[in-house]
């Protein structure tokens, strides 16, 4: 039960920040970052008083029947709560963020927050800030097993079927969105770089800074001084593995351990301490599952790198 109300409490919680980065800092300055809403940006420049998140409504609606039907009911009923509550927040926060109708509809920088938020001469800057803010909102909603609807669905849709990680589909989609429909040459380069930004944070967000570190160490001793900081100071484990030397057919002892990059220092030195002869390989862990680390991903869950 308390998985599931964190679950869903995320969803809203990570909409919101979605929804933030977008009327904070990529609406004002005709920003095109890809997806339903970049696709909105440039519908609200035609028609004004039709607000960004609306058109999101627009977008969605179809999407979400696909949704249903293609990644499963479970997860559609998430992502039609995410996709249905996402263009409501932007559309509040629009509202409650301009002094007046005719502010809103041109999306004026320069009234946005009593001005106190006007970035227009710091498009690099808001481009990047947006992109951190919405890869951050659609990270948390991802990980509360939902999506924000839009270009999301097709995402997840060619990570099912055409076997690309989601983090790199979101790139693609968004990629090709912002190819058919930027308002200035020049806007484009920081709508690519906001796309850019925001699948690595989103990646970051979803499967964290993947910098662990696995060790192999071989002694012609047995290590039990070794053991005994593994498993009481660093409170984890290791497999030891049977083997010999090729060379001299004598037997070692071979420790096989994954361990977070702070603690590899630790454990070298006290490798050094125990057998200052000992071989020892560190390498980059891409991934680790299990007791102490992540769980296994379910079958059809998303999976970022």
């Given at each position: ?153 097709v995402a997840m849709i060619l990570q099912k079927y055409c076997h690309i990680r989601f983090s790199k589909a979101i790139l693609l989609v968004d990629g090709i969105v ?128």
């Amino acid at each position: 039960m308390k998985k599931i109300i964190s679950s869903w409490i995320g969803i809203f919680v990570g909409c919101t920040i979605l929804a933030a980065g977008f009327v904070y800092f990529i609406n004002p300055y005709n920003l095109v970052p890809g997806g339903v809403y970049g696709a909105s940006i440039v519908l609200h420049n035609l028609f004004p008083s039709i607000q960004v998140g609306t058109f999101g409504y627009m977008f969605d609606i179809p999407l979400l029947i696909i949704s249903v039907l293609v990644l499963g009911a479970k997860l559609g009923a998430r992502t039609i709560v995410a996709a249905l509550f996402t263009p409501l927040a932007m559309n509040v926060l629009s509202l409650l963020s301009y002094p007046s109708e005719e502010a809103l509809h041109q999306l004026d920088p320069t009234q946005l927050l009593g001005g106190s938020l006007n970035m227009s001469d710091h498009l690099m800057l808001t481009s990047v800030i947006g992109a951190v803010v919405i890869g951050i909102g659609c990270g948390i909603v991802v990980r509360s097993r939902a999506t924000t609807g839009g270009t999301d669905i097709v995402a997840m849709i060619l990570q099912k079927y055409c076997h690309i990680r989601f983090s790199k589909a979101i790139l693609l989609v968004d990629g090709i969105v912002v190819g058919f429909g930027l308002p200035s040459w020049h806007l484009s380069f920081y709508s690519l770089i906001a796309i850019f930004v925001t699948s690595r944070v989103l990646a970051y967000v979803i499967n964290g800074e993947k910098n662990d570190k696995i060790l192999f160490v071989i002694s012609d001793m047995r290590l039990t001084a070794l053991h005994d900081y593994i498993l009481k100071d660093l409170d984890r484990t290791a497999t030891c593995i049977k083997s010999s030397g090729l060379y001299t057919n004598v037997d070692k002892e071979m420790l096989f351990l994954v361990v977070s990059y702070k603690e590899v220092v630790g454990i070298k030195q006290k490798i050094r301490e125990v057998d200052p002869k000992a071989f020892v390989v560190v390498t980059d862990a891409y991934d680790a599952f299990g007791e102490g680390w992540k769980e296994l991903p379910m079958a059809g869950e998303v999976q970022p790198e």
